[in-house]
């Protein structure tokens, strides 16, 4: 348990670990390596993905390319492949964090962590492909996962992989490791077959309606089949993976053929292609593969033109002006969204907040309010605009359009707590990554103190004056008188043209000595 926020710089000593002499470290990493690893659960089982590399990154959740799979607590986690296992418990004070994890380090330059394993373990070890590490569990979350983040050797230091080189993870393609889809454990002897392809109950299907995809399955096995659980994999028209999931059961009598519906919502108009169905029974989980098409109509309403109505600077909320022309029928929805992307690659949207009803054959603007602020300098991209009908999203129109967002920006590099006669300060060395200067700018870290039944605090400081890629060191006064205490930091931030601009909390820096690798990221 830690005592002060003086010894975050020594977290990242305590979790460093000395790379073992005998494992030979490849001169160049082998790219084809991890396409051989195992998954690590058991042959048979499936996971679905909860979060991908891009939310971790955007949420400063992990530095490498991390996924998220929904394992209970429980669930034996096996070795993907051979290596040395270094087991350790994240104590930063952070939210959230590692938990208990394990870092997996292979002879030929790669890292596999695997983490918010249930069991507390402090020891390193060789271990074989297939060999248990451990258990899933919800340590250093709130809800039970596994967190898997992959590095890779370079430069004498753990750096995050070229995703563009990364393409086969886990004997599969990277770009099948999409959020919310199924991923099968091989080895499945299933019985489930499909001689016909899919095809929807009725073509075309109006942008905006639902329809009914029908599934023709044959049981070719001599005993009786449940399946609990279905998976559609589609491809939209823009070359995207998304998936229809359905729960129940479904009785296939040996030798029997069953059609099976499943309703969709394809969120853009166009030729849908069906790529293959995943399904569950109580003994385990597989792949089948079917094909098929759907097309999607669009709806007569254009998207005339999609900006950025707010000034393009740090603090100020995010204003898109959307104009349509409405098409020979009034369009009804329960709200207008607009999508887009943030400087640091994640998603961004903003809605209208209100229901619209657009008469026919005319020109209508709209000015969507309810979104983020801007955070971050560099270029936010609008993507695109959607509409919302009973909770599901269909997307109107691809829409490019850019803006270059300036100001201050600050990152936190250390935070550490120091006595003081007045109780306890924090001083903060903040650097501004920004292009403007930063000026009279208040900073606020809070979180709660876990020895006084979880009571909240915050420490406040003021920058007078900070110039783009300068650095200070900022003195913070807590709220209150703070007895030494340990601190649970939920979050960091600054206030600038009125709004709160958040602030990532520091993680753990890469050691650049190559035979001392400092522990890295957050979760």
């Known amino acids: 348990m830690l005592r002060s926020l003086a010894v975050i710089a020594l977290i990242a000593t305590c979790l460093a670990g000395i790379l073992p002499k005998h494992v030979v470290q490849a001169e160049s990493p082998d790219y084809e390596g ?62 959230t964090t590692l938990g208990n994890y394990v870092d997996l380090e292979t002879a030929d330059g790669w890292l596999i962590r695997l983490a918010h394993l249930r069991d507390e373990l402090t020891e390193t070890r060789e271990v074989t492909a297939g060999e248990l590490l451990g258990y899933a569990g919800a340590s250093g979350v709130s809800a039970s996962h596994l967190h898997v983040e992959i590095l890779v050797r370079e430069d004498g230091t ?17 770009s099948s490791l999409q959020v919310d889809a199924l991923i099968v454990n091989g080895g499945c002897t299933g019985m489930l077959v499909s001689d016909e392809q899919a095809r929807p109950l009725s073509s075309p299907i109006e942008l905006g309606e639902s329809g009914l995809l029908i599934l023709p399955l044959r049981n070719e096995g001599d005993r009786s089949l449940e399946v609990t659980a279905l998976q559609v994999m589609l491809e939209s028209p ?89 098409g020979n029928q009034m369009l009804k929805a329960d709200d207008l969204l607009v999508w887009g992307t943030s400087p640091a690659g994640g998603s961004w949207q903003a809605t209208l907040g209100e229901p619209i009803r657009l008469a026919a054959d005319q020109k209508h603007t709209l000015v969507i309010r309810n979104g983020p602020v801007f955070d971050r300098v560099g270029p936010w991209r609008i993507d695109g605009v959607a509409m919302v009908r009973a909770g599901h999203t269909y997307r109107l129109a691809r829409h490019t359009v850019e803006a270059m967002v300036v100001g201050p920006q600050l990152a936190i590099e250390t935070l550490e707590l120091y006595p003081s006669p007045t109780g ?43 110039e783009p890629g300068q650095t200070g060191l900022i003195r913070m006064e807590p709220s209150d008188t703070m007895a030494p205490t340990t601190w649970r930091l939920a979050g960091a931030g600054f206030w600038l043209n009125g709004s709160y601009v958040p602030v990532p909390l520091p993680g753990l820096p890469y050691s650049q000595d190559a035979a001392n690798p400092a522990r890295v990221g957050s979760e």
């Open 34 to 95: 991890p396409g051989d690893w195992l998954l690590p659960w058991h042959t048979g089982d499936a996971y679905r993905v909860t979060w991908g590399p891009k939310d971790h990154w955007t949420n400063g959740k992990a530095t490498g390319i991390a996924y998220d799979f929904g394992l209970p607590t429980g669930v034996p986690v096996y070795a993907p492949v051979d290596g040395i296992a270094r087991f350790a418990r994240d104590d930063r004070p952070l939210s």
């Open 158 to 174: 753990w750096q995050s992989p070229d995703p563009t080189r990364l393409t086969k993870l886990f004997g599969r393609p990277t």
């Open 238 to 326: 823009v070359g995207e993976t998304r998936f229809v999931d359905a729960e129940g059961l479904w009785r296939f009598p040996a030798r029997s053929l069953r059609t099976v519906a499943l309703r969709t919502y394809p969120d853009l108009s166009g030729v849908w292609q069906i790529r293959g169905v995943r399904y569950d029974t109580a003994l385990h989980a597989c792949d089948l593969p079917i094909e098929g098409n759907l097309v999607v109509q669009p709806l007569a309403t254009l998207v005339a033109s999609a900006s950025f109505a707010s000034p393009a600077s740090i603090g100020t909320p995010v204003e898109i002006s959307v104009v349509l022309l409405a």
């Open 424 to 466: 306890q300060i924090i001083l903060a060395r903040v650097t501004n990554v920004g292009n403007r200067t930063a000026r009279g700018v208040p900073l606020e870290v809070w979180g709660w103190q876990e020895e006084a039944g979880g009571a909240s605090v915050a420490a406040t400081g003021y920058i007078s004056r900070l």
